[in-house]
């Protein structure tokens, strides 16, 4: 962004990432709107896209199909939008607190640059496109859809009065793994609870390491984390909760009657989420959003091994 706060100040988070296309062709009071959604941190949405596509892609493995690439396009559309949506309300909720905050101070509510009614009215603009995806999709899947706001509407509230948060994240940011499998199944069965709850052990485990970033600062404004909560044992914390999510993702594949490419992403995942424990550094802000992000990639191992178990299957 071309803002400035102060002498050679960037107001940009350290997470995000130049928006060189949006500030090209997007005018400058509109810029704001894009950094509310969170469109120069990109991996909030595919953190929120992974576990839709796991799901989506052991389901149609499971029956021997193709992955249905018209629902990937509609769960990548879903999951930019509802990211946005979702942040825009975090960030009405937490205005006062974000404006204490060394690394969110320069939002777009606590630095002026838009109101909390504009945001609320981006908000809504938000989510009546996520509804129109949604509606695509089959009743079962829609019901599903609808319960997916719960958790994201108490969010901002429960970091004011717990140390683990990042549950209450994980049961949002995981829903994909119920998502996906209905939306090509039209019912839910057991790996797809087994998913999501692998996809909740596994958001409780980054989002730690993603808190080690406020860890000065969040005791100061009243917010908790379990970075807070386990201090020196944060590691082992992490590396319980990614077991976890193995253990979980494991069981789902397990249950699919498991082939050598989904065994591959899963080995692929598992080992990715090993290195990230044996690399923690807890007096490394920097790195502990490296290894954050690099989320993306471990999700991915997952997603694109089960896509290919499903086109290997039809074949």
């Known amino acids: 962004m071309s803002q400035t706060s102060g002498a050679g100040h960037d107001p940009r988070p350290a997470d995000s990432i130049p928006l060189r296309l949006v500030d090209a062709w997007l005018p400058p009071r509109l810029r704001p709107y894009a950094r509310l959604a969170r469109l120069d941190r990109p991996i909030g949405w595919w953190l929120l896209l992974l576990p839709c596509l796991w799901s989506s892609g052991l389901a149609s493995a499971s029956a021997g199909q193709m992955p ?4 990937f396009a509609l769960f990548f559309i879903g999951a930019v939008v509802m990211r946005g949506a979702g942040s825009t309300w975090n960030d009405i909720v937490d205005r006062d607190l974000d404006g204490s905050v060394e690394r969110t101070r320069n939002r777009p509510i606590p630095s002026g640059a838009v109101s909390a009614k504009q945001a609320a009215l981006f908000m809504g603009l938000l989510l009546l496109t996520g ?19 719960v958790p994201v509407v108490i969010y901002p509230f429960i970091k004011r009065v717990s140390n683990h948060p990042q549950l209450v994240l994980g049961l949002a940011f995981a829903w994909g793994g119920l998502m996906g499998w209905v939306a090509e199944t039209e019912r839910l069965e057991a790996p797809a609870y087994l998913l999501y709850a692998a996809a909740i052990a596994w958001t409780v485990g980054y989002d730690t390491l993603y ?20 201090g020196d044992k944060v590691p082992a914390f992490v ?11 494991a069981g789902a594949v397990w249950m699919t009657a498991p082939g050598f490419l ?5 080995i692929g995942f598992a080992g990715h989420l090993i290195w990230q424990v044996r690399s923690i550094r807890l007096d490394d802000p920097a790195h502990a959003l490296m290894l954050f992000k690099s989320n993306r990639d471990a999700g991915l191992h997952l997603a694109v091994g089960f896509a290919l178990e499903g086109v290997y299957r039809a074949f």
């Open 68 to 71: 249905d690439l018209i629902h």
């Open 211 to 230: 808190a080690l970033q406020d860890i000065e600062d969040d005791p100061s404004v009243g917010i908790g984390s379990t970075a807070l909560a386990y």
């Open 262 to 266: 989904a065994v591959c992403g899963l």
């Open 239 to 249: 590396a319980a909760m990614y077991a976890l999510a193995i253990v979980l993702a």
């Open 131 to 149: 509804l129109a995806i949604l509606l695509t999709f089959n009743r079962t899947a829609i019901l599903i859809g609808f319960a997916s706001l």
